[in-house]
Each structure stands twice: as structure tokens, then as C-alpha cells.
């Protein structure tokens, strides 16, 4: 079973409190779900967990006559559909109202609020398991209701997207608090303190490796100047000799071949000056060696 079976799946476990809230689910189940026909309505599923899901609300809030079954189509591949027919009948007129939210009755009221989001994620969402990509998305076929759940979950200030993949309008979140916002707001605890303790491994892993990444750049940046200098220092032994240098310039220039992984805080240390100091020497040594190196290329033109 996929990550977002096992978040459906751990969901429908735990009923809602209130009618109120279990309307709210209905509603968002019947805008993605519902077929309207001549003598009945129809909510087609492709999986079981929702298919009892709805069974179970219907039963709590409404006392109407509906039907269920199942066929099985070979779309695609081979999958069973879940099918719950709600025939016309006295009462469904009045329970189709109960199921009208208007947008401000959604975002003002947190009943309305959470169950309204925990339809819409049992009937289109998709969570990914956090150990590969932090992501939550809902896939619509209809542009108004792909309006309207990213305008709510932007009332809430939540990182929400809006895209077309192929022929569905997607509505996704890739921010992992946020995610885990929804995850505790449609009831799934358990799945939030995972994904939390995912996030904060994986955060720490991240850093763990920025730290050492930084290290490494900075042994390897020490390396490299440490070996520019001794290049310079035995250029010059060679062309003059150490001993023309000043003490000062003579005293940096044997205290880096005696050291030469070492940085340039640390030889400074071992002399008691400033790194500032210890740089200002080598910069005098490196403009000594270019200057020799000017006069070589200049006698062999």
C-alpha cells in the first residue's frame, strides 16, 4: 500500500465529531465525486477506503435510501469502481442543501474548515512519503473547484501552487510545515509526528553535509595557498636567496616551508602577530615574486 493509502487509511480510522463537519467532508466528496442523473446521483470511486468513508457519512447525517456497488473496469488497467447511488427520493432536496458552504462559511467556521479539506484530500489528494519528496497534491478535473481549494488554502497562508499536468488541474503544497499542517488539520496525527521526525533527520543530514562540504572547501582552499606560497618562497630561494629578504619576510617565508599545510591564523599564531600581519607578509613576498618573475620573462624577450 502506497504512503497516501496508509494517511487515507489512517483518516477514515477516526469519525468525525460533529454533523457539521461530517457535512463539510460530504460536500467536498460530492463536488470531486458526484454524477448527477435522471432519477438518482451517483459518487463513483476507485478505492475502497473512500468508498466506506462515504457509506459511513451518509449513514451518520441523512436517513435516505442508497444503493452500492461495484464493477470492475478495464480503463487503462484493470480496477474496481465503487459506486453509491443516492435515488431521488423525500429529504434528498433539503441534505443536497445542507451540503452548500459558501466560501466565507468555509474559511470563518474550522469545522466546516477541516472537514471541507479532509474530503477534498480522501477524494483527489496524494501525499508522498517525506524519506523522498516533500509534497502534497490534489488533482481536479474541474477549474472552479481547483479555484476555490487554492484560494482556501491561501486564505490560510499556506505555499499553495495552481498548474495543468496533463488533462488535471493540480493544486499542490512542497512546503513540509505546511504539510504537516494539513496533516494534523484532516486528523492524521500519526502520519504527522513521522513526517516531522523525517523532517527534522533529514534537516539535520542536510546540514551535516553543508558542514562538512564547508570543511573540506576550506582545507582545500588552505592547501592550495599554502602551495602557491611555498612556489613563490622557492622561486625566490633560488633566484636570491631567502637571506635578501627582510627578517620579517624572511622569518613568514620559513615558518610556511616548515608548515606548509598549516593556515595562515595558525602560522600566525606560532609568530604571536595578527593574520591580518601574516597576510601582509605574503602579499609583500608575492609582489617580490612577481617582480622576479617580470625581469625573467622580460631578459628572455
Not at 199 to 204: E, F, G, P
Amino acid at each position: 500500500m502506497s504512503y497516501s493509502s496508509n494517511v487515507k487509511q489512517e483518516i477514515t480510522k477516526k469519525n468525525p465529531v460533529t454533523n457539521l463537519e461530517c457535512l463539510a467532508e460530504l460536500s467536498a466528496i460530492f463536488e470531486i465525486k458526484s454524477f448527477y442523473l435522471k432519477d438518482k446521483i451517483d459518487i463513483k470511486m476507485e478505492n475502497s477506503i473512500l468508498a466506506k468513508r462515504v457509506y459511513y457519512l451518509l449513514k451518520k447525517v441523512v436517513d435516505l435510501k442508497f444503493g452500492i456497488k461495484y464493477s470492475v473496469s478495464k480503463r487503462f488497467s484493470e480496477h474496481t469502481i465503487y459506486t453509491i447511488s443516492l435515488y431521488f427520493q423525500k429529504g434528498l432536496k433539503e441534505f443536497l442543501e445542507s451540503l452548500k458552504f459558501s466560501f466565507l462559511d468555509i474559511i470563518q467556521n474550522e469545522e466546516i474548515f477541516r472537514g471541507y479539506i479532509r474530503g477534498f484530500f480522501l477524494s483527489c489528494g496524494y501525499i508522498k512519503d517525506p524519506k523522498k519528496e516533500y509534497s502534497l497534491d490534489f488533482f481536479l478535473d474541474n477549474e472552479e473547484s481547483a479555484d476555490k481549494l487554492y484560494e482556501l488554502l491561501f486564505s490560510k497562508n499556506k505555499k499553495v501552487f495552481k498548474t495543468t499536468k496533463k488533462s488535471k488541474i493540480l493544486v499542490y503544497l512542497r512546503n513540509s510545515e505546511d504539510i504537516m499542517d494539513i496533516l494534523v488539520l484532516i486528523d492524521a496525527i500519526q502520519h504527522f509526528f513521522e513526517y516531522e521526525e523525517t523532517t527534522i533527520i533529514k534537516n539535520l543530514k542536510n546540514k551535516t553535509i553543508r558542514e562538512m562540504n564547508w570543511e573540506v572547501a576550506n582545507e582545500t582552499k588552505t592547501l592550495n595557498t599554502g602551495n602557491h606560497q611555498i612556489k613563490m618562497i622557492n622561486f625566490i630561494d633560488d633566484r636570491v636567496g631567502l637571506n635578501s629578504l627582510s627578517s620579517a619576510l624572511e622569518e613568514a617565508a620559513r615558518l610556511r616551508l616548515n608548515n606548509p599545510e598549516n593556515s595562515l591564523q595558525e602560522l600566525a599564531d606560532i609568530i604571536n602577530i595578527s593574520k591580518s600581519g601574516i597576510r601582509n607578509r605574503f602579499r609583500r613576498i608575492e609582489e617580490i615574486y612577481n617582480s622576479l618573475l617580470s625581469e625573467e620573462n622580460n631578459t628572455i624577450i
